[in-house]
């Protein structure tokens, strides 16, 4: 069974860049699609990115385009770059099928990280 631990999370100003990471164990990802979540207070669970390296995609919310880069192999990252008060959330990591990786839904996504959390400062 994969497991997902995510790291890189913390405290920074509106404007500043921050690297998450999300590192796999207990199986092999390689086939998989690889993804991050978020969710807010009193917010549902919100698709950030997705990527897979099997007809190599990398997909992303609307809201994060041209800002946050997902990249890797295991470890996974999410580079965020000119942060918003607005992305401030627990961040999750997530698994699922490599056909899946463009599905926001969060029912398609199998294997969850525990979350990590992001604070941005205005």
């Known amino acids: 069974q994969v497991q997902l631990v995510e790291s890189g999370g913390g405290s920074v100003q509106a404007g500043d860049s921050l690297r998450l990471s999300c590192l796999a164990s207990?199986?092999?990802?390689?086939?998989?699609?690889m993804g991050w979540f978020r969710q807010a207070p009193g917010k549902e669970r919100e698709f950030v990115a997705g990527m897979r390296r099997i007809v190599a995609t990398t997909v992303y919310a609307d809201s994060v385009k041209g800002r946050f880069t997902i990249s890797g192999d295991n470890p996974v990252y999410l580079q965020m770059n000119s942060l918003k008060s607005e992305a401030m959330a627990v961040y999750f990591c997530?698994?699922?099928?490599?056909?899946?990786?463009?599905?926001?839904?969060?029912?398609?996504?199998?294997?969850w990280g525990r979350g990590i959390q992001v604070t941005v400062s205005s």
């Open positions: 207990g199986g092999s990802i390689s086939r998989n699609a």
């Open positions: 997530a698994t699922t099928a490599w056909t899946r990786v463009s599905s926001p839904r969060s029912d398609d996504w199998s294997t």
